[in-house]
């Protein structure tokens, strides 16, 4: 069984940034591809960054491309998400995902990721 913990969340004013934490416990050998999702109030889940199971790709969500980046440290069984030049609009809460083999074919469809962690806010204030 894998369990995950995010961390990191907080409130920053526009064009701050903010590096969240998703431990992985557990089950950690298997392989995984990681993702990181978030949700505001009253809309859909979001996938913003996924990375997959070897660290060879990763991709982003448009809203987010080029400000966010997503790595995993496999030996501390972490993944990371920093954030930089965030705006009001990231405000959300976070979540950290695992996705075991057979692999979701739209890494945004967040129906196909097993297992979630319980979330970590972000505010960012205009």
């Known amino acids: 069984q894998v369990r995950l913990q995010e961390s990191g969340g907080g409130s920053v004013k526009d064009g701050g940034s903010l590096t969240l934490t998703c431990v992985i416990s557990?089950?950690?050998?298997?392989?995984?591809?990681m993702a990181w999702f978030r949700q505001a109030p009253g809309k859909w889940r979001e996938g913003v960054a996924v990375?997959?199971?070897?660290?060879?790709?990763?991709y982003y969500s448009g809203s987010v491309k080029g400000r966010f980046t997503i790595t995993q440290d496999y030996f501390k069984n972490t993944v990371y998400l920093q954030m930089n030049n965030l705006k009001p609009e990231d405000s959300a809460m976070y979540y950290c995902?695992?996705?075991?083999?057979?692999?979701?074919?739209?890494?945004?469809?967040?129906?196909?990721?097993?297992?979630w962690g319980q979330g970590t806010q972000v505010t960012v204030s205009a």
């Open positions: 990375v997959y199971f070897d660290g060879t790709s990763s």
């Open positions: 995902a695992a996705d075991f083999f057979p692999y979701v074919g739209n890494w945004r469809d967040s129906s196909g990721f097993d297992v």
């Open positions: 557990g089950d950690t050998d298997r392989r995984k591809n």
